[in-house]
């Protein structure tokens, strides 16, 4: 992975407005956000916000300390070298034919994926894994004609205590 | 309790005694309330000028400025206040009318989303969807503005929250977790800079608007003597240390004094205090300081190493690491080479002495800001606008005292200077205000002459006329050759009958020597007065081309020594 990619979990207060001041923050500074993941965490009133940004070491320290600078912003830690990275995908993929269909559900097999809806034309698959194994699924079967894709970005834990 | 005797309640318990504001339909509840409030509300012409005038307050008194406005228009025209504020790290409290809760959302007659449209430029913003969180809210407003690196805050509060009924006055219900702002200074980086400075045999200092707002300049002062270190500031620096002291070289940047540009890279170690380096402080950063070690003071981790690589930073309050740096260096005596080195700097200072002595008429600038110089006492406040006027008055003008000197420095808002003075008078009505301005700026805020005549503010507004955007046209002429695109301002209005359309007394200036007559009669007679000063629009400020190195200035830097 190249090494200017960053994992940043941060503990930020479950109140309207914060998602848009955190995004509005990297897009004022000139950062690009890769993905962004928010959700309840195990604190009531306080969310899990889990950011992918590519930065150079000035660049990640500068948009960390803007983002500790937030009121709403509680903690943060870049987890990059530490962290589980999971992202959920569902792809919904043309069949073209029966021999396709058996193909594709191999290939489900393989990656752990499940078939969530069949249709005659079309089969939606749901996979999780990191970026690689999305990204190398979706290229397995894209010969075969994709209808749709929705990712939800990545979501990362440290591993250990 | 209805919501909006909250709000003044609340305001009354922070010590608030005046706010800035302007009445409108969403604001209605809350300003029926303030009718029988003990409350000292001043009427401005322009919100714009609301937000200014809590910056000037804030500024010039250190306190949390406050400042009103309705929905939607109302909460637009604070915009540029609001963003003046943050750009500079003023404490200001902006309080927006918003439309009853039900509505949001609807594009409801003036409605805004005013917290999103000022997200990048306040610290932080609440919206109470219940009269009961009022307190509280105004309270974490004051707390958050005023503490830490200072900045604007914004509540939002919809009509019907004004007008509800409070089930108990309870000030404690909004925590900030995360808000955690560091005073104290690792005591390892402040032995540390004991180090460098005992190493050092060229040592600078510069300050910033920081050590103003941390009230460090007595620390200030104790450092620079005790190290006999010249100190410069930066443009909102101005004050942060006796200007007419011997070790005073005055202001870095642009617009900087020679003595300060021409010698900073010669230093061996900068003593960077409450300062964010910006770049109309430092010129091009690769030819900023490039062999001289940097220690960086500063309460805002984020600016360390924003800017400028620096070799040792200390996050914390200046006055707490300034005292701690001060205790270290008991009993340090600085070595024969930074006396040598300070005493050569000292001459260099006398020599490069920037002209301000001219008979010419029209009159040069230098000479209106002497003369100004003149009139008033250390205890005056300036508050400049933004343009040739601002930096004739930051490089010419020397500043005694903290909080003296105010401008628009980040964002550099025409149209700030005379708003901010209005703020500033209220909130030393002691001292003289004077305000600078060009002829341009003043005419974005001329409705305030209103302002200053019906609460009788005895501030007085100098309006320096070149007939041009003067800032603007010098660039055209000096780096554009010539082509002066929309710069000429014609021959309107005619000041002296602006202002006395107002019922402010004014007066047109044009020889040496009236300035300073007016003024001292002015602040004598303790009453509003508009100076109309006409000055030789031709005359240009030496500066640093944009992308120049910090000793690369351009133009002719005229000397006081070559006057015969
Ligand atoms: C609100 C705003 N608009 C435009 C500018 C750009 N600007 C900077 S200085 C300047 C000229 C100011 O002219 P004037 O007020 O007459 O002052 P002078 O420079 O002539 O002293 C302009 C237009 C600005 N700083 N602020
Ligand atoms: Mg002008």
Known sequence: MDSDYHVISTLVEDKPGVLQKVAGMFNRRGFNIDSITVGSSEVEGQSRMVISVHADKKGLEQVTKQLNKLVDVIKIKDITKTAVKRELCLVKVNIPNAK??????????????????????????????DKKKINAFISLVESYGIKRIARTGLTAMSRGV | MRGGEAIIESLKNMGVKTIFGYPGGQTIPFYDMLYDAD????????????????????????????????????????????????????????????????????????EADIIGITMPITKHSYQPKDPDLIPSMIKSSFEIASTGRPGPVLIDVPKEVQEGELTEFRDDLIQTPGYNPTVKGNIKQIKKAFDLIKESKRPMILAGAGVIIANACCELKKLAETINAPVMTSLLGKGAFD????LALGMLGMH???????????????????????????????????????????????????????DLPIVGDARNILESLNKVLDGYAPSNDVNDWTNMIKVKKQEL??????????????????????????????????????????????????????????????????????????????????????????????????????????????????????????????LYNNRHS????????????????????????????????????????????????????????????????????????????DVI
């Open chain 2, 39 to 110: 409350m000292d509300h001043i009427l401005v012409r322009h919100e714009q000028a609301a937000a200014h005038a809590a910056d000037g307050y804030a500024r010039a008194s250190g306190r949390v400025g406050v400042c009103l406005a309705t929905s939607g228009p109302g909460a637009t025209n604070l915009v540029t206040g609001i963003g003046t504020a943050y750009m500079d790290s003023s404490p200001i409290v902006a309080i927006t009318g918003q439309v009853p809760t039900h509505l949001i959302g609807n594009d409801a007659f003036q």
């Open chain 2, 256 to 310: 900087g004094r020679k003595v300060s540009n021409d010698y900073i890279n010669e230093s061996d170690l900068l003593i960077a205090i409450g300062i964010r380096f910006s770049d109309r402080t430092t010129g091009r950063l690769d030819s900023f300081a490039p062999d001289t070690k940097i220690i960086h003071i500063d309460i805002d981790p984020a600016e360390i190493g924003k800017n400028v690589d620096v």
């Open chain 1, 100 to 129: 396709a269909r058996a193909e594709i559900m191999q290939y489900s097999n393989i990656f752990r994926a499940h078939i969530l809806d069949v249709t005659e034309q079309t089969l939606m698959i749901e996979l999780t894994g």
């Open chain 2, 353 to 478: 002495l920037p002209r301000v002595s001219y008979d010419d008429v029209p009159l040069k600038p230098q000479t209106v800001i002497k003369e100004i110089a003149e009139a008033l006492t250390p205890e005056a406040i300036l508050t400049t606008d933004v343009g040739q006027n601002q930096m004739w008055a930051a490089h010419f003008f020397d500043t005694q005292k903290p909080r003296k000197f105010i401008s628009s420095g980040g964002l550099g808002t025409m149209g700030f200077g005379f708003p901010a003075a209005i703020g500033a008078k209220v909130a030393c009505p002691e001292d003289p205000v004077v305000s600078i301005n060009g002829d341009g700026g003043f005419l974005m805020v001329c409705q305030e002459l209103a302002t200053v005549r019906e609460y009788d503010l005895p501030v007085i507004a100098v309006v320096l006329e070149n007939r041009t955007l003067g800032m603007v046209y010098q660039w055209q002429s000096l």
């Open chain 2, 486 to 561: 929309q710069t000429l301002l014609g021959n309107s209005p005619d000041f002296v009958k602006l202002a006395e359309s107002f019922g402010v007394n004014a007066v047109r200036i044009t020889e040496p020597g009236e300035t300073k007559e007016a003024l001292s009669s002015a602040i004598k007679d303790n009453e509003p007065i508009l100076l109309n000063v006409v000055i030789d629009s031709e005359e240009a400020l030496p500066m640093l081309p944009p992308g120049a190195g910090i000793n690369e200035m351009i133009g002719e830097y005229k000397l006081e020594k």
């Open chain 2, 243 to 246: 200007e007419t002291d011997d």
